[in-house]
């Protein structure tokens, strides 16, 4: 026999506290989680507009590479 026997006793006080740190482990998750949902919501600086986003942050280096981009036909 390798361990000691337990008693049903000392098995339900090891489940409970396996159970206890597992809950601890989501809650923390799921406050991460919450957070991190806050942060994208607060966060409205994203583009969708691309040619804007460089015209606005590149200027005239976008003007000069794209002002021959319709001259391919």
Known sequence: M????QTQA????LI???AKKFQATQ????R???QEKQEVRE???????ASRYANEYYGEVYRETTRFDNDWD
């Open 2 to 5: 390798v361990g000691k026997m």
């Open 27 to 30: 809650t923390k998750q799921a």
């Open 43 to 49: 966060d409205e600086r994203y583009w969708t507009d």
């Open 32 to 34: 991460f989680r919450r």
């Open 10 to 13: 000392e098995r339900m006080a």
């Open 16 to 18: 409970r506290q396996a």
